[in-house]
């Protein structure tokens, strides 16, 4: 038995035409992006590698270079609306340097980061790192001569204490214009 619909002739053969040459397919979920998997991966099998901060500390000389690296070192990187922030500890003499440089900084850290960062803030400190300090030159000793010249020049004053004290600051400054 047929059963009439109630659309008119031609609305139900355009239907028909419309239903014959377009199948209905099965809404699938599109496959989970690649990078979420390989990073689920990669911190099963790399536990050590650590946070991304960690991981930014451990090779920021490689990041950087050397030269940029001796004068800061990454402090944290805080995330907000207008993007991530990269909070880097300068020492005071090298604050104009760097800050001149965060454009160059913020373009390697964010290749190296995996993730774009917005802005370079920067604190002026000292680097929590044990670096050492550049040695004094040692200074040289006296020769004889030199010694009794000194001496000599200090013969007529009579107090001990400021004979002593000169005779220091005079083994001083001959010893540093050596």
Do not use: F, N
């Not at 377009?22 to 689920?40: C, F, T």
């Amino acid at each position: 038995m047929v059963t009439r619909s109630s659309l008119d002739p031609v609305s139900e053969a355009r239907a028909r035409v419309a239903l014959r040459y377009s199948r209905a397919r099965s809404v699938k979920a599109p496959p989970p992006d690649i990078g979420r998997v390989a990073a689920k991966y990669a911190r099963k099998t790399l536990p050590e590698a650590g946070s991304g901060l960690q991981r930014l500390k451990s090779r920021w000389a490689e990041i950087v270079g050397d030269s940029i690296a001796k004068y800061c070192e990454p402090e944290k990187i805080t995330g907000g609306k207008a993007g991530r922030t990269l909070t880097v500890r300068v020492i005071p003499q090298a604050a104009p340097v760097i800050q001149h440089r965060s454009g160059e900084i913020r373009q390697r850290v964010s290749v190296a980061a995996g993730g774009d960062i917005a802005r370079l803030k920067i604190v002026q400190g000292p680097l929590s790192g044990t670096r050492p300090e550049a040695s004094k030159p040692r200074a040289r000793s006296l020769s004889p001569q030199e010694l009794a010249w000194l001496d000599e020049g200090v013969k007529p004053i009579e107090d001990p204490a400021l004979r002593a004290a000169i005779v220091a600051l005079g083994k001083a400054v001959l010893s540093a214009e050596g």
